[in-house]
């Protein structure tokens, strides 16, 4: 348990002695809870990153952009689909052999979608209601079922990806707790870890760190970027070393159409002996704005919309495409040596400044302050902040329409909101059936902007497996949620016990078993 004078001497080092002003007129219960919260705050680390970031070092230099070496960039658009299979039989291989796991960056609440609650939890209002998180977590289950298939005889170890949930620390109770009624999703329980997102103080413009009350500092999450010290801290580095696992895919928790563990961009990275790799998607029109990934001054990195000069972001290579295209959405691959090694380099990354309007208790006077303008700064780390330290960078770019649709705006605002998530993941179940053959049509009783079709991930991850609906034609609404809903329709007669065992099977599995 920290003492009053080990901590007062660790804040008088640091020059951060106010934080102990009001320390007497606590109760006996403030005390301890201000204490144990001053002890585990590295604050030498706290002041190093607000200088480095309030210093010359971390103002951009003159920036020299390139875009992507040809050599670590390719395409699923146009890419033959030789190539494709074998990238996805390397990722398949990689699952089946137990060296892939998955991060999840869930820190965020749904504040701007009108909800309270972690927004992993949110239902962008599929037929079946089913949240991000069980989308996420029924993508793990059906990945786990395909790669059995590229499992080696000899290895007679059950087919796991562990799923790392990085919460921030308003989410994390409510996030295991959803987990939990939900049983996992059907994944097992010691195979969903949770971690939080680390924190930092906020500070006044001059260094010194607020109170925001008489007994708790200001705090805030230290950005995606913080994911990294997270891993290191939280004991997940040590866990992925201890399961064996060589390759890693990080993303976020906002994108409905997200493929968790896509083993095409592991199969991909991996074939590229890459340290790092980055899946993007074509930047449509110049003026789009969005970061993009490119060289900054001969090193990887991403830059904002705003930093590309109009020359610059209308340059077009030869067949006609932007040559500043490759827009980022936050969907990473890792190899575990590579996120052991950011340690190394923790102390050269750059924090971003945030400057805010930061309510706090003043000094000596103990007045509780709700600043009308901004008063003092917040930093943080961006996830792609490690790029420019990576030597080995793959670039993997694919169709927006499959791949991506971030869930940030209020619903009724058009643009990145729980409508547009929607029509899009159905979108791609109606792709899904004609890619296989089958043809849907919308029935009458369907009031749906699109085809009320969906077909769950435990069914299909991305579109195989649905071979039974060739020149079969499937009318809306339904949901297939399962192999007898996936005969049904295609017209095939399943009898009476099937649909039993069906659902028999359905509801062990999603208590784990």
Known sequence: MATFESVKAKLEANDQGHLLTFYDSLSD?????????????????????????????????????????KDCF???IGQSEEQIKEWREIGL????????????MAGGQGTRLGSSAPKGCYDINLPSKKSLFQ???????????????????????????????????????????????????????????????GTLPAFTNEGK??????????????????????????????????????????????NCLCRVADPIFLGYSIASKADCGVKVIPKTQPEEPVGVVCLRNKKFNVVEYSEIDKALSEQRDEDGKLSFRAANIANHYYTTEFLKSVESFESELDYHIAKKKIKHVTIPEGEFVAPTSSNGMKMELFVFDV???????????????????????????????????????????????????????????????????????????????????????????????NDIDLKRAAGIDVGIIAPIVSKLRDLFANFGF
């Open 387 to 481: 790029f420019p330290f990576v030597k080995n960078m793959a670039v993997l770019e694919v169709d927006r329409k499959d791949e991506f649709s971030p869930l940030k705006n209020a619903p009724g605002t058009g643009v990145d909101c729980p409508e547009t998530s929607r029509a899009d993941i159905l979108k791609q179940y109606v792709r899904f059936v004609e890619a296989a053959g089958g043809k849907v049509v919308k029935g009458e009783t369907d009031t749906s902007d699109v085809p009320s079709l969906e077909i769950s991930p435990l069914v299909t991850y991305a579109g195989e497996g649905l071979e039974e609906l060739k020149d079969k034609t499937i009318t809306t609404p339904l949901i297939i949620n």
């Open 209 to 254: 760190i607020f109170l925001e009350s008489k007994s708790s500092v200001s705090v805030a999450p230290d950005g995606n970027g913080g994911i990294y010290a997270a891993l290191r801290k939280e004991g997940v580095l040590d866990d992925l070393t201890k399961r064996g696992i060589k390759h890693i895919h990080a993303y976020c928790v906002d």
């Open 135 to 197: 989308l996420q977590g029924e993508r793990i289950r059906r990945l786990q079922v395909i790669a059995e298939q590229y499992r080696a005889p000899e290895n007679t170890n059950e087919v796991i990806i562990p799923w790392y949930v990085m919460t921030s620390g308003p989410t994390r109770p409510a996030t295991e707790a959803f987990f939990a009624k939900h049983r996992y999703f059907g994944l097992k329980k010691e195979n969903v870890i949770f971690f939080e997102q």
């Open 74 to 76: 390719k395409s699923t």
């Open 93 to 104: 291989k990689a699952i089946a052999e137990g060296t892939v796991a998955v991060i999840l």
């Open 29 to 69: 219960d403030d005390k301890v809870k201000l204490l144990n919260q001053l002890d585990n705050l590295d604050v030498e680390r706290a002041n190093r990153i607000f200088k480095k970031a309030n210093s010359g070092s971390a103002v951009p230099e003159a920036s020299q952009l390139e875009p992507l070496p």
